[in-house]
């Protein structure tokens, strides 16, 4: 995570319980999202799960797309 910090990642979303942590960081550039990169550690499993998109999404159309999941998953 450190290394994505130095190129400019930032952290968008981070949850941790006892047999995950999910961290999700972003690149911005004028107002969209250029990458968007989430890692996923599932202890239960011994999984690790990493995925790097190259996207042009705007923060606020995220933020809508992440809030819309949290709502369903409830």
Do not use: C, W, Y
């Amino acid at each position: 995570m450190r290394d994505l910090s130095r190129e400019g990642f930032e952290p968008l979303v981070q949850v941790r319980s006892k047999d995950q942590q999910i961290d999700v960081v972003i690149r911005e550039k004028k107002d969209f999202v250029r990458n968007l990169v989430v890692f996923i550690n599932d202890n239960e499993d011994d999984e690790v799960i990493f995925i790097s998109l190259k996207t042009k999404i705007h923060l606020d159309d995220l933020q809508a797309i992440i809030n819309d999941a949290i709502e369903d998953s409830e």
